[in-house]
């Protein structure tokens, strides 16, 4: 009985630790991922970007603009009273909307 009661003991340790591992991971990589822009300015926004922006949202006032190495752009939006993030590349290709 006593050798069950460990057994048991050992197993649910070693799952809880597993899990607290594997959640940690997750949070540093997605604060790694939010980390690789860097703000520009908006005006520095390649014109095909601003030309496609205007297309797709012909409303839309650009707030703030950020690229990363790989020149992707975020592009933080304003439609009248909502804002929105979009990414694109600098060939003006959504990445995500």
């Known amino acids: 009985?006593?050798?069950?009661?460990?057994?048991?003991?050992?197993?649910?340790?070693?799952?809880?630790?597993?899990?607290?591992?594997?959640?940690?991971?997750?949070?540093?990589?997605s604060?790694?991922?939010?980390?690789?822009?860097?703000?520009?300015?908006?005006?520095?926004?390649?014109?095909?970007?601003?030309?496609?922006?205007?297309k797709a949202y012909p409303s839309a006032k650009l707030v703030k603009a950020y690229v990363n190495d790989k020149k992707e752009y975020k592009l933080e939006i304003e439609v009248e009273d909502q804002k929105a993030t979009v990414y694109a590349d600098v060939a003006g290709n959504w990445l995500k909307i």
Not at 3 to 9: D, G, S, V
Not at 10 to 19: D, E
Not at 33 to 45: G, H, K, L, T
């Open 31 to 54: 604060k790694i991922a939010q980390d690789d822009y860097i703000e520009v300015s908006p005006e520095s926004v390649p014109v095909l970007v601003q030309t496609v922006l205007s």
């Open 1 to 29: 009985m006593k050798r069950l009661t460990l057994a048991i003991t050992f197993v649910l340790v070693g799952l809880t630790t597993y899990a607290s591992v594997a959640t940690y991971s997750v949070i540093e990589l």
